[in-house]
């Protein structure tokens, strides 16, 4: 309500009523965004769920909700990726360059053992004829499997069922190790906000996985004791709050609308549709031509996709609703890909092959405007000379 958040509604998905939520201060920790790229281990069923993150806390809903509000958000041009392992046979990624230190075994399709390799060097081995490659623990002592059997057994106890009758045997046989993937947001993208936290809205915060520069237990865990410290001061200065009924009515009709839509789209299949458009048109390797191509298709979503959601029963919405967002936030992604004109790490333009040092401490950061996408490259903000490592580290030898 002009320019300050006073408060946020939901929808309780048992029984599909709405509820409003007045607030004087409003904090957003709802995880980073993943779900606009396909699982990060390939299934042969469009809509498996086998993201290397938690799937139910990865479809951008903080991010929408910042944005659509007002807010701003950053490096969304930018992308985690990684190599994964193809199948899902026990063990989980992260076990192969950890082990207490002691790495994964890395073979060509021949048998020959190499070092893991790097991005280059997999495209190279590649073009040689050398994949696939494959990742392997049968070098690691027993100690090491029955503690991995344990994290799996509490995780996903089915997966040593699936190995079983596959005649897998997960601490002798090899995983294949499949190529670089974009993998989502991951720690660098996300809400813009200052020391306290705060969004450029008044009354509203952000924290943990959802504002940029956090990421993970450790960065969640610190941002939330700071803003708790702090929080009774905010809300000490915020004033009174008005929630105007007509925006309330606009959240609850297209909160409940697929609930009166008989014969439309699962929001699931809406959801493949976008990760669809994303891996093909945005995913490792861009150009122009993909982007506006990919632009133009979940354009089409939009109009028309968006419009067919439809909600067998309250707890369908909770999926129509993630659906909207990742779809919002997927446009957000392509704009900002083809604001950044350039190839910089692992960000590849192939019609744009060299880095731009014009682009060197800029960030791409978008809003909404009165409805209007606002893309704007700027100066990124440098740290308080108090927070460099330098003044940190004299402080500390004064002290």
Same mark, same amino acid.
């Given at each position: 309500?002009?320019? &300050?958040?006073? $408060?946020?509604?939901?929808?309780?998905?048992?029984? *599909?009523?709405?509820?409003?939520? /007045?607030?004087?201060?409003?904090?957003?920790?709802?995880?980073?965004?993943?779900?606009?790229?396909?699982?990060?281990?390939?299934?042969?069923?469009?809509?498996?769920?086998?993201?290397?993150?938690?799937?139910?806390?990865?479809?951008?809903?903080?991010?929408?909700?910042?944005?659509?509000?007002?807010?701003?958000?950053?490096?969304?041009?930018?992308?985690?990726?990684?190599?994964?392992?193809?199948?899902?046979?026990?063990?989980?990624?992260?076990? !192969?360059?950890?082990?207490?230190?002691?790495?994964?075994?890395?073979?060509?399709?021949?048998?020959?053992?190499?070092?893991?390799?790097?991005?280059?060097?997999?495209?190279?081995?590649?073009?040689?004829?050398?994949?696939?490659?494959?990742?392997?623990?049968?070098?690691?002592?027993? =100690?090491?499997? /029955?503690?991995?059997?344990?994290?799996?057994?509490? &995780?996903?106890?089915?997966?040593?069922?699936?190995? &079983?009758?596959?005649? !897998?045997?997960?601490?002798?046989?090899?995983?294949?190790?499949?190529?670089?993937?974009?993998?989502?947001?991951?720690?660098?993208?996300?809400?813009?906000?200052?020391?306290? !936290?705060?969004?450029?809205? /008044?009354?509203?915060?952000?924290?943990? =996985?959802?504002?940029?520069?956090?990421?993970?237990?450790?960065?969640?865990?610190?941002? $939330?004791?700071?803003?708790?410290?702090?929080?009774?001061?905010?809300?000490? =200065?915020?004033?009174?709050?008005?929630?105007?009924?007509?925006?309330?009515?606009?959240?609850?009709?297209?909160?409940?609308?697929?609930?009166?839509?008989?014969?439309?789209?699962?929001?699931?299949?809406?959801?493949?549709?976008?990760?669809?458009?994303?891996?093909?048109?945005?995913? &490792?390797?861009?150009?122009?031509?993909?982007?506006?191509?990919?632009?133009?298709?979940? *354009?089409?979503?939009?109009?028309?996709?968006?419009?067919?959601?439809?909600?067998?029963?309250?707890?369908?919405?909770?999926?129509?609703?993630?659906?909207?967002?990742?779809?919002?936030?997927?446009?957000?992604?392509?704009?900002?890909?083809?604001?950044?004109?350039?190839?910089?790490?692992?960000?590849?333009?192939?019609?744009?092959?060299?880095?731009?040092?014009?682009?060197?401490?800029?960030?791409?950061?978008?809003?909404?405007?009165?409805?209007?996408?606002?893309?704007?490259?700027?100066?990124?903000? =440098?740290?308080?000379?108090?927070?460099?490592?330098?003044?940190?580290?004299?402080?500390?030898?004064?002290?």
């Amino acid at each position: 309500n002009n320019g &300050e958040v006073v $408060g946020a509604t939901a929808v309780n998905i048992r029984t *599909g009523q709405v509820i409003v939520a /007045k607030a004087k201060v409003t904090v957003i920790a709802t995880g980073m965004f993943h779900r606009q790229f396909d699982p990060t281990t390939p299934a042969p069923w469009k809509f498996k769920f086998k993201y290397h993150f938690c799937p139910a806390s990865i479809s951008g809903d903080g991010y929408a909700m910042a944005y659509r509000a007002g807010a701003e958000l950053v490096n969304m041009d930018v992308t985690g990726q990684g190599f994964r392992i193809r199948d899902d046979l026990t063990e989980p990624y992260g076990h !192969f360059p950890l082990n207490d230190g002691i790495p994964a075994k890395c073979f060509t399709w021949k048998g020959d053992e190499i070092s893991t390799p790097n991005t280059q060097r997999y495209y190279e081995l590649e073009q040689k004829g050398l994949t696939p490659l494959y990742l392997s623990l049968e070098h690691l002592p027993e =100690d090491y499997h /029955k503690r991995g059997d344990v994290c799996t057994a509490e &995780e996903r106890l089915i997966s040593f069922k699936i190995a &079983e009758d596959r005649g !897998f045997n997960p601490h002798t046989h090899r995983y294949e190790m499949g190529a670089l993937k974009p993998v989502g947001h991951n720690r660098i993208s996300g809400i813009v906000v200052n020391e306290e !936290f705060k969004t450029g809205l /008044k009354g509203l915060y952000a924290i943990g =996985d959802t504002f940029a520069g956090g990421g993970g237990s450790s960065g969640a865990s610190v941002t $939330g004791l700071l803003l708790g410290d702090d929080l009774h001061e905010f809300i000490k =200065d915020a004033g009174d709050l008005a929630v105007t009924e007509r925006q309330v009515k606009e959240h609850k009709e297209r909160a409940l609308k697929p609930m009166a839509i008989k014969k439309g789209t699962e929001p699931l299949e809406l959801e493949s549709a976008i990760r669809y458009a994303m891996e093909h048109y945005a995913g &490792e390797l861009k150009s122009e031509g993909k982007v506006r191509e990919g632009l133009r298709r979940l *354009g089409t979503l939009k109009r028309k996709g968006l419009q067919l959601l439809s909600a067998k029963n309250p707890h369908y919405l909770l999926g129509c609703l993630e659906a909207r967002n990742i779809l919002d936030m997927a446009i957000v992604d392509m704009q900002a890909i083809l604001e950044r004109k350039e190839t910089r790490g692992l960000f590849v333009r192939l019609d744009y092959p060299d880095r731009d040092p014009a682009m060197d401490g800029k960030l791409i950061f978008q809003r909404l405007e009165n409805g209007k996408p606002m893309v704007e490259l700027r100066e990124r903000v =440098d740290l308080k000379e108090a927070y460099k490592v330098d003044s940190f580290r004299k402080d500390t030898e004064t002290q």
